[in-house]
């Protein structure tokens, strides 16, 4: 993925595509005057939707695209029969049916509206576009006129955009019980979004960690129940032993409107489910310290009376803590074998670098200094570079060079072997405790 400082000169369809549905499911018919955007609000929020489906434009970017679209759109209903200059509206003809639904249709569904678009082109994956607009292929002698036929949900449910982008209206409420490392993390990705503190509020028995969360402008109690009642998404950030304990006390102050994340290792859904009320809203979620640099690595399922929309919600709360992934819950422990305790391990490798540097004559600061931008370097060009571990490590190689040797003495001593079963020894506790759990939450 390239740095989003850099312009990104290709729109490829599938993302044109994702832009116009963003646009359609705000009703961006509602923010026009003309041809004059009349609410910047929504293209930010546009901004954070794109971004968190992994396409880096810039406010700005998205509005120059939007005006070459709404430009095409408009010559063609002026000038039905003529024919399209190729510098201009080349291959818009393939958006004729979502731009149709944004600017002239009277409603249309919130969410899964993608799929209805109906585009004409059976090659979208083969095509991109310059930003100026310009496309591979030849643009048909006249847009057709088709109109869609309006939604039967001509009336949007304002809850659901305030519950999808947080930043439209302040009203989403979020609360943390548990005052941890995780909920910390958590809590700061949160407000780098521009959800403001006073939305946030934690509980936990003392008052031991709470301070940072007020340096943040974080309101803090003691009250699980205040903070359920007071919250619409509730992050249950404690021991895994303490979950039934704290789910049996909020229970019964848990509605249809809540959303509950546990980001307890080793709590499977069926257990939450089982302790919260019928058809509650429950999602299991795997973090890693880094959050709290907001470098993490998360995972979490949906459980089985969960809304694809309360995941989208949940994935654009946190996208600033790091890469955040949905996928099945069997994959959550084995992601806390790889990510939530591979972080551990990383640092005890990072700790071994430096004693290596230590015992041949360098400062101790220095070598763990050295180390810590050595480990952080390393897995910044892995991420960005896209490669293979194995292809990276190739090129650092030389015939007859110093990384060779090294490498030759680790795999000597089985630091492969012994990585890989490490993650399994995770996973195999992870799933552990989890039995253990769903027996607990039975007695």
């Not at 970017?61 to 005006?67: D, E, G, I, M, T």
């Not at 704290?246 to 302790?275: C, F, K, M, P, Y």
């Not at 012994?418 to 799933?431: D, F, G, K, L, Q």
Request: glycine content about 10%; overall charge neutral.
């Amino acid at each position: 993925m390239e740095d989003s400082g850099i312009k990104k000169q290709n729109w490829d369809v599938k993302e044109t595509e994702l832009f116009l549905e963003i646009l359609k499911e705000l009703d961006m018919k509602k923010c026009l005057d003309g041809r004059k955007v009349r609410n910047n609000k929504l293209f930010k929020v546009a901004h954070r939707r794109m971004t968190a489906a992994g396409y880096h434009r810039t406010v700005d970017q998205l509005k120059f695209r939007w005006k070459l679209l709404k430009s095409a759109y408009y010559k063609c209903k002026r000038e039905p029969d003529s024919p399209a200059p190729v510098t201009k509206i080349q291959g818009w003809w393939r958006y004729e049916k979502t731009m149709v639904a944004i600017m002239e249709s009277r409603g249309h569904s919130l969410v899964g509206a993608g799929a209805a678009a109906g585009l004409h082109s059976d090659r979208t994956d083969e095509v991109t576009e310059d930003s100026d607009g310009d496309a591979s292929m030849t643009m048909p002698p006249h847009w057709p006129q088709q109109q869609l036929p309006a939604s039967d949900n001509a009336t949007h449910n304002l809850d659901l955009i305030i519950k999808m982008d947080p930043e439209m209206d302040s009203q989403l409420r979020i609360g943390f019980i548990g005052a941890g490392n995780m909920a910390f993390g958590i809590a700061k990705g949160i407000l780098s979004g521009n959800v403001l503190p006073g939305n946030l509020k934690v509980s936990a028995p003392s008052s031991r960690n709470q301070g940072r969360f007020q340096e943040l402008g974080i309101p803090v109690t003691h009250s699980n129940i205040e903070v359920v009642c007071g919250s619409d998404v509730v992050f249950v950030a404690v021991k895994p032993h303490l979950v039934p304990p704290v789910l049996n006390e909020i229970s019964q102050h848990v509605t249809d409107r809540h959303i509950i994340v546990s980001v307890a290792a080793g709590v499977t859904l069926a257990t939450l489910e089982e302790l919260l009320p019928e058809n509650s809203s429950a999602i299991r979620l795997m973090p890693n310290l880094p959050c709290l640099v907001q470098e993490g690595a998360l995972l979490f399922a949906r459980g089985s009376h969960t809304k694809p929309e309360d995941g989208a919600l949940l994935r654009s709360l946190l996208h600033r803590c790091g890469l955040v992934e949905e996928g099945p819950e069997a994959w959550i422990d084995i992601h806390t074998g790889l990510s939530g305790s591979g972080v551990a391990f990383v640092y005890l490798f990072a700790e071994a670098l430096a004693e290596g540097a230590v015992k041949m004559g360098m400062p101790s600061a220095l070598a763990h200094s050295i180390a810590s931008q050595t480990v952080l370097g390393a897995g910044r060009l892995l991420r960005e570079s896209g490669k293979h571990p194995a292809q990276l490590r190739s090129e650092v190689c030389t015939p007859g060079g110093t990384t060779i040797y090294g490498l030759h003495t680790l795999e000597q001593g089985g630091v492969r072997a012994a990585t890989m079963s490490a993650v399994e020894c995770a996973t195999e506790r992870a799933r552990e405790m989890g039995r253990k759990s769903a027996a607990g939450s039975r007695k």
